[in-house]
């Protein structure tokens, strides 16, 4: 089956591209379709989801599958959240992402820096699919006051798994992948696309 990534973030592409390797499908970027990125004007991260999946589906006339992410800080009531590839402005920028969080988590003690990252994951069939799967993964973590790791992307090297005591950007890519957000929301989507039918 042949399914359009929508979304033209690399580091995504790049982990979600891993996550399904050895699947039968075959996963194109949407900007190998032509597609380019959509406004994201939802409320949630499934509204977001929704508008990059549709916009796919409508340019293609494929499958879509879309995903929105980021990072909720709860002593930050939950920002950065939908905002977080922007938190600095825009254009996206890491770097500076990672800066103005630190900075706004300067006198926060470390047991208050909890957080965790959230994804929901959704697929269309077509742009008027009545039935949208949409599934959801979080990651339990907390943020650190300095960067660690040259792995990853986005806030990765400044969010902790604790278990482990590494950050996201410490961890290798499979590593990662086995215990990412991301990686729970497309196990999940993955059971309940088996019971689908694309016809």
């Not at 990125?37 to 340019?59: M, Q, S, Y």
């Not at 790791?149 to 400044?158: D, K």
């Not at 005591?165 to 696309?193: C, D, F, I, V, W």
Request: net charge negative.
């Amino acid at each position: 089956m042949k399914l359009v990534l929508a979304s033209g973030n690399a580091g995504k592409l790049k982990e979600l591209q891993a996550m399904l390797a050895g699947l039968p499908l075959q996963i194109v970027p949407q900007r190998e379709l032509g597609v380019d990125d959509v406004p994201e004007t939802g409320l949630t991260f499934v509204e977001n989801a929704l508008i990059k999946a549709r916009h796919a589906c409508e340019v293609t006339g494929l499958p879509a599958l879309a995903d929105d992410s980021g990072l909720i800080v709860d002593a930050l009531d939950g920002a950065p959240g939908l905002y977080s590839a922007r938190y600095a402005g825009s254009p996206t920028d890491d770097a500076a992402n990672n800066a103005k969080l630190l900075a706004a988590l300067r006198d926060v003690p470390a047991e208050r820096r909890t957080a965790r990252f959230y994804a929901v994951i959704v697929l269309l069939r077509h742009p008027n699919d009545p039935q949208p799967l949409i599934c959801e993964g979080s990651w339990e973590g907390r943020i650190i006051d300095e960067l660690r790791g040259s792995n990853g992307f986005g806030y990765n090297p400044v969010f902790l798994d604790e278990e482990l005591g590494l950050t996201a950007a410490q961890m290798e890519p499979a590593q990662k992948n086995g215990r990412s957000h991301r990686a729970k929301a497309l196990q999940l989507l993955l059971q309940r696309m088996s019971q689908l039918s694309f016809d």
